[in-house]
């Protein structure tokens, strides 16, 4: 019995190998573009297939690809490749774009309108295998307000003149009341939802008994409480500048607009050395008074150790303070009184300034550079 089963089994494997021995294709390799519909996944040894382009696709031949399944289970070689038809991008849209002037086959634009228009047309258009877009690019129409109702009371003042029923978007308006009252909002526009802004109510309004500002005073106001729109006016007490308006406004809301603030001068910090102030180069003991207005700028000397050069850096007065460069050394009283001729400001200028370092507060000046 046991010879016979050998037998068998050596049959099989024979007809095993018989069977899988003879070779077949796969189904083609394509790239993008190519036509698969036709195409199937298993191929007898000889069989020829023509390869061709999808619709939307042009090859890059004009002769027949047909390509043939070998006996080494490989196909032929073949040369086409398929690239998409393309679509004119209209010429208005170029820009948004990015200067292109054309999309390949199923490429989508897609459409919006800024606010306050309004899209007449298809919001998205696909480039079609013949060359067409499937919908033009679509107009976006300004939107249209009905003219504004002026408050009870008051008027409208409009920023331009309008004519007809409506005004556009983005037009806007100043809502006035007959004095003393004031209007709950003071402005209005044509908006996006093409509706106008609501009428405001007119109503009384009052202001505080202003009050001085810290280094400074009024300049004339009789000390009462103000209507709505009426000002007051202040100014800086000797060497304060004023940062801010001058003038404040009683407001619709019953307070009144931001007060100035008058900034302080400074004292320059420094005992002994030389300074660039006020287009002039000073000793410190030469600026008297010793004060710099808020906003001046004030340039101390440095000494370039590698070059053996001076150099300026400036620093501003800001409220009362002015920095002191770090590369600033003030020089001993013997340096300063017999050695002057080698101080940093005295010597020669750097052709450049060095770059300022990370934690210094002041920045290179330009000075003239002759002592």
């Given amino acids: 019995m046991a010879p016979t089963l050998a037998l068998l089994l050596l049959c099989q494997v024979a007809l095993y190998t018989t069977v899988t021995s003879k ?57 086409l490749a398929c690239s998409p038809k393309m679509c004119p991008i209209p010429r208005p849209l170029q820009p948004l774009a990015k200067g292109r002037t054309e999309a390949p086959f199923k490429s989508v634009l897609n459409f919006t309108c800024d606010d306050g228009y309004v899209m007449q047309g298809a919001n998205e258009s696909t480039c079609l295998h013949d060359g067409r877009w499937s919908n033009p ?6 939107v249209n307000c009905p003219l504004p109702k002026p408050p009870r009371d008051g008027r409208i003042v409009h920023d331009k003149p309008v004519s007809g029923s409506t005004t556009m978007y983005g037009q806007g308006w100043t809502y006035e009341c007959n004095p003393p009252k004031a ?18 109510v007119c109503r009384d309004v009052s202001c505080s008994i202003p009050t001085n500002i810290p280094n400074g005073f009024i300049t004339f106001a009789v000390m009462r409480q103000h209507g709505y729109k009426e000002k007051v006016k202040y100014a800086c007490n000797e060497h304060y500048i004023l940062d801010g308006e001058a ?8 307070n009144w607009s931001s007060k100035p603030v008058c900034r302080a001068p400074c ?15 000073l000793w410190i003991a030469d600026l008297k008074p010793n004060r710099v207005l808020h906003g001046e700028h004030v340039a101390f000397y440095c ?23 770090e590369c600033f050394e003030e020089p001993g009283k013997v340096e300063y009184t017999l050695r002057a001729k080698n101080l940093p400001s005295e010597i020669t200028m750097c052709a450049a300034s060095p770059p300022a370092g990370p934690t210094s507060p002041a920045s290179p000046a330009s000075p003239p550079r002759s002592a």
């Fill in 23 to 79: 070779k077949v294709c796969g189904q083609p390799p394509v790239t993008d573009g190519i036509d698969e519909s036709t195409l199937k996944r298993v191929y007898e040894v000889g069989e020829e297939v023509t390869l061709t382009c999808e619709r939307g696709y042009l090859p890059s031949t004009a002769a027949s690809q047909r390509i043939t399944c070998t006996a080494t289970g490989e196909w032929t070689r073949s040369n």
């Fill in 183 to 200: 209007p709950s909002h003071e402005r209005g526009s044509c908006m996006a939802d093409g509706s106008a802004t609501e009428p405001p």
């Fill in 303 to 325: 000494l370039n150790r590698a070059e053996r050069c001076g150099y300026p850096v400036a620093s501003t007065c800001n409220d009362g303070t002015l920095p002191i460069p």
């Fill in 137 to 142: 690019p679509p107009l976006c129409k300004a």
């Fill in 267 to 281: 004292t320059v910090g420094i005992k002994r050395g030389r300074i660039f102030y006020n287009a002039r180069k």
């Fill in 247 to 254: 003038e404040i406004q009683c407001r619709n809301t019953g």
